[in-house]
């Protein structure tokens, strides 16, 4: 059986301005979210954002992805 995991990344955030890619302990709260998820039993992540900084942050995981997982954007 196929996991598939979502994640929605808006550009604009209302209360939090650039949520996304803001800082916490180093690392912006996409790449956050996607190491957790390759650290799962999902085998497909797929990024769906209206926004090129995350965009790049995606592809990053792409080229440097030792669990041989998918991942997608959209």
Do not use: C, H, W
Request: aromatic share 10%; no cysteine; glycine share 4%.
């Amino acid at each position: 059986m196929k996991i598939s995991a979502v994640i929605f990344a808006r550009k604009g955030s209302k209360r939090v301005k650039n949520k996304m890619y803001r800082k916490f302990l180093g690392k912006s709260l996409i790449e956050i979210k996607i190491e957790q998820l390759l650290k799962t039993k999902v085998n497909e992540i797929i990024v769906g954002s209206d926004d090129l900084k995350i965009e790049k942050i995606v592809n990053k995981f792409k080229k440097n992805n030792k669990y041989k997982k998918d991942i997608k954007f959209f």
